[in-house]
């Protein structure tokens, strides 16, 4: 096991550092936009609530600029960094915090040959994966680009969110449990139920594509990689759920705890290739417990292999 401690102290690190983020008009991403900016930071937003997030833009005034997002328009990303690099000339951090959980019909639910001429939306899979390579690929430009920028060699983060119920091995969240939670005591057929197959597979694809930007050549740039995977998170996504948590007396994670790792991970130089799992405000990595039980999950002889292969393809 390997606990992680966000190094905080006082967060002098983030005066001054541009952090563009995406979901930051509400829940983590909004505890994030809250955090770094009351640490001196200037922080440029985007979201499709635009209310919320106009709202919280000016209740923080001129050094958080909100800017309307859909982060599955990929020219809408673009604008997003573009936006803060011609105002402050740097981009110091991007954090891409952007999803959506949609409860209803999998894809795989009730598949016979006739119903599978009919297509689902593929709207999951589009914000929560598709959209987050965009934004990898946009924020990496502008995290390379020098800029105006002063700071250390490896001052420069980028961090994505992914879930760490990419570990538990469940495809619904029976909606039973959540009306029961609430108090009523129905049972809805399994198709009612919020289908995670596809949220799963999309949060699965997000760490994949950060492991895999964290081995390129974006450290000698100075860009760090790092991913959080947050447990049960009080935000509005999974509202419906959390007086299940609470009376199985789960640990649950607040938004503020989140932005703490958010901002631990931008502060830290050490940090890269981390995948920060958060439960009830405390973080492990992942990728250390990964590597430490390697030749208990695949074997001695084939975990020598397996690092063979990895060192092999740099
Ligand atoms: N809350 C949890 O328990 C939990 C657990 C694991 C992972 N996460 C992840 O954390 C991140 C933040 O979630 P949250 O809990 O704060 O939820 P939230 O619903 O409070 O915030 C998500 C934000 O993303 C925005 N958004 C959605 N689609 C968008 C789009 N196309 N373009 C731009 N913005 C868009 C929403 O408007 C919202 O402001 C998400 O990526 C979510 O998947 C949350």
Not at 4 to 26: M, Q, S, Y
Not at 97 to 117: H, K, N
Not at 183 to 189: D, F, N, S
Not at 298 to 304: D, K
């Amino acid at each position: 096991m390997a606990p992680f401690v966000p190094r905080v102290e006082g967060f002098d690190g983030l005066r001054d550092k541009v952090l563009v983020i995406t979901g930051g008009a509400n829940g983590i991403g909004a505890a994030t936009v809250r955090l770094f900016h009351d640490h001196g930071a200037l922080v440029v937003f985007g979201d499709t609530a635009v209310g919320a997030g106009q709202a919280l833009s000016s209740s923080l005034g001129d050094r958080a600029t909100f800017v309307s997002t859909d982060v599955t328009d990929y020219a809408a990303n673009v604008t997003l960094f573009k936006t803060a690099f011609q105002k402050y000339g740097k981009i110091d951090h991007a954090v891409s915090c952007a999803g959506i959980m949609v409860p209803g019909a999998d894809w795989f639910d009730d598949l016979s040959i006739e119903s599978v001429e009919q297509p689902l939306p593929d709207i999951v899979l589009d914000v929560n994966l598709k959209a987050v390579a965009y934004f990898a690929r946009v924020a990496v430009a502008y995290l390379k680009h020098r800029g105006d920028s002063v700071g250390g060699d490896s001052a420069k983060s980028l961090t994505f969110t992914s879930s760490d119920m990419i570990f538990c091995n469940t495809r619904r969240v029976p909606l039973y449990q959540v009306r029961s939670a609430l108090g009523q005591a129905e049972k809805l057929p399994l198709n009612e139920s919020p289908g995670l197959t596809y949220p799963k597979t999309s949060k699965s694809g997000v760490l994949t594509l950060a492991r895999t930007l964290s081995t390129t050549s974006l450290s000698q740039h100075g860009v760090r990689v790092n991913t959080l995977l947050p447990n049960m998170t009080a935000t509005q996504m999974w509202a419906p759920l959390l007086g299940l948590w609470h009376e199985q007396k789960l640990p649950v994670n607040q938004p503020e705890d989140l932005a703490r790792f958010f901002a631990g991970l931008a502060m830290d130089e050490k940090a890269h290739g981390l995948a920060i799992a958060v439960t009830g405000g405390e973080g492990w990595d992942i990728e250390a417990g990964l590597r430490e039980t390697m030749p208990t999950w695949c074997g001695p002889e084939r975990a020598e292999a397996l690092l063979a292969v990895g060192r092999l393809m740099g």
